[in-house]
């Protein structure tokens, strides 16, 4: 098998089910009508509700949801073999990911815009609604710490992403004015866009901006405030706007190279069913493998974008489809991209860090005129899918730099040559740092907007206390500190499939809300086929956080008490939380 038939396969798997069973959900399901007045329109506020051109509303959706759920969670799942993670990713998406996405959106936007918590409260129970709130503020609070981790381990590793990203910010601000202020018409100020996005990446080549982990901890803080709490039009409609081409490129080329390539497969299609991954501890793929790949394959984060942001800027509802459903699946492209980079030129990339960390080390002994023994490079089927972390010694390649090597490496092997390395690895650590950077701002975001639904039944018993806590500067700081003290642990191996965790056990409660919406609002005979796949997605999420808690997090806790017990807490609350939820769901079901 090669990355060319496998990257062909899901190209047309993705365009084929968009226009059919994507098309048959839209016309037979929500019965989309550009007749029924979007809430952007008949709410406009200027800061939240605003009406986006479908390009933009794409461009902000995509990046948000994106981030770096479909490039870290597939590398790191190549430890069960290309094969495995590859299924979940395809099946995850036609089944429960594009299913999810548009119906939380479009629910949302028949509901003024209210979150999917919103919506459950109203069809299932206020119970659920408040437990599946709290549920959702906590995954919004690990996505903050899981985010702002794998950004300030980039940029503290790589001073030319950690200013390419910067030197954008102030280019989506530059556009922003362009299209709001100047009211320049959309194909000339994205022309404007794309160059000073190009202007923005070259000056991080030349001009990086260094700092250490801690240091861009404080600085992601304070921005993911600011960024939360001013008016979308300001800096998240252009920045996403504009980094969704950087994706775009990026997708464009892994795409020609994986196909022209011609590349055969250097990890095994099949691996081990439990090889060490998560903690340090023998992860067996079901039920753990949820807890790996994330957004790649399907998300309940996206259901939080879909009827936080988005919904509120959807200027028809014929637009929803592209929006919603057509994100999903250019994400699941990406991370089939993703796999056929790291599983095509995964082994030479850990070969040519080898050698270059043996260059390094003879070099050194050299100086000092000592012996050299140049270091082993151990592979076995066990510990294959994590080369990246631990080889030997001091060398380790992380599933971001992993990514980054290995796309680079699939470039240089096609007529695609002709682009400097230089500029495909910065092109390749902006897809993880900008799209997490996205991602981490609109989290904070709809961590306010979660924070003060969640606060409304204090309005009428302690008036000036929730005015002073939903505050929206007030309302972006609470999860940004709580996000950022968890991050500045480090601990990587126990942020992530926390995340991961919390977010496919909101997949599936999300879903199921999308079902009992299809069921009593729009009484489509369709809703099956969001209810089933809910069920199973729960059942396996709902394992894999028992087995996280009980096998996992005793060593992280061990290391680091205060986050590790912070994550304990914050699970096992979520995991009662989500016991409730389904009871009621099945009450729901019965009447």
């Known amino acids: 098998m090669t990355t060319t038939v496998i990257i062909i396969i899901g190209f047309l798997i993705y365009v084929g089910l968009y226009f059919t069973y994507g098309k048959k959900i839209e016309r037979d399901v929500v019965r989309a009508s550009d007749e029924n007045a979007t809430p952007s329109q008949r709410l406009y506020d200027g800061v939240d509700y605003i009406p986006a051109h479908k390009a933009v509303l794409f461009g902000h ?37 594009s299913v999810h996405d548009y119906l939380a959106l479009m629910a949302s936007v028949r509901y003024d815009g209210k979150s999917v918590q919103f919506v459950a409260t109203d069809l299932i129970s206020k119970r659920t609604g408040t437990a599946f709130y709290w549920i959702v503020f906590f995954l919004l609070i690990l996505v903050v710490a899981a985010f702002a981790n794998i950004i300030g381990l980039m940029f503290a590793k790589t001073p030319e992403i950690s200013g390419a990203s910067i030197y954008m910010t102030i280019a989506a601000l530059i556009l922003g004015a362009l299209i ?62 504009m980094n969704s081409f950087l994706l775009y490129f990026g997708i464009a080329i892994g795409f020609i190279a994986a196909v022209v390539s011609f590349r055969g497969f250097e990890y095994p299609m099949v691996t081990t069913f439990s090889p060490i991954l998560l903690g340090g501890k023998p992860t067996p793929f079901w039920p753990a493998i949820p807890l790996v790949i994330a957004c790649g394959s399907l998300s309940g984060f996206h259901s939080l974008v879909a009827s936080g942001t988005s919904s509120k800027q959807l200027s028809k509802e014929s637009d929803g489809l592209f929006v919603g459903y057509g994100a999903m ?51 076995t089927l066990d510990n294959w899918g994590d080369l990246y972390t631990k080889t030997t010694g001091a060398l380790k390649l992380s599933p971001p730099n992993m990514i980054v090597q290995c796309f680079s490496d699939m470039v240089a092997a096609t007529f695609l040559a002709f682009i400097p390395v230089k500029i495909v690895k910065i092109i390749a650590g902006l897809w993880i740092s900008a799209f997490a950077l996205t991602t981490l701002d609109t989290t904070n975001r709809l961590a306010r907007y979660c924070l003060v639904e969640m606060l409304q039944p204090l309005k009428n018993k302690a008036e000036v206390l929730y005015n002073a806590l939903t505050f929206r500067w007030t309302a972006s700081l609470i999860p940004a500190a709580i996000g950022i003290y968890l991050a500045w642990s480090n601990q990587f191996t126990i942020l992530w499939p926390s995340f991961s965790a919390a977010n496919q056990l909101i997949a599936s409660i999300a879903l199921m809300t999308g079902a009992a919406y299809a069921s009593k609002k729009l009484h489509s005979k369709f809703a099956i086929m969001a209810t089933v796949p809910a069920w199973i997605l729960w059942f396996t999420v709902t394992a894999a956080i028992i087995w996280f808690m009980y096998v996992v997090m005793p060593g992280a806790i061990a290391k680091q008490p205060g986050p590790g017990w912070t994550v304990q807490i914050i699970m096992g609350i979520m995991l009662l939380l989500n016991i409730l939820f389904i009871v009621d769901f099945a009450k729901s079901g019965k009447k």
């Open 329 to 379: 699946f250019t994400e699941g492209f990406l991370s089939t991209v993703i796999i056929c980079a790291i599983g095509g030129f995964g082994y030479t990339a850990i070969q040519n860090a080898h050698a270059a960390q043996a260059a390094a080390e003879a070099a050194k002994a050299a100086a000092a005129g000592a012996a050299f023994t140049a270091p082993t490079l151990a592979l």
């Open 180 to 241: 709001y202020r100047v009211k320049m018409n959309l194909p000339g100020a994205t022309v404007i866009g794309i160059v000073l996005m190009a202007l923005a990446i070259w000056l991080g080549s030349e001009i990086p901006i260094p700092g250490s982990y801690e240091v861009w901890m404080v600085v992601l803080f304070v921005y993911i405030i600011i960024a939360a709490a001013i008016p979308v039009n300001i800096l998240l409609q252009p920045r996403d706007y």
């Open 61 to 97: 959706h995509f990046s948000s949801i994106a981030g770096a759920g479909p490039l870290v969670g597939p590398a790191m799942a190549l430890c069960w073999g290309w094969l495995p993670g590859l299924l979940w990713v395809w099946i995850g998406n036609v089944l429960i990911g």
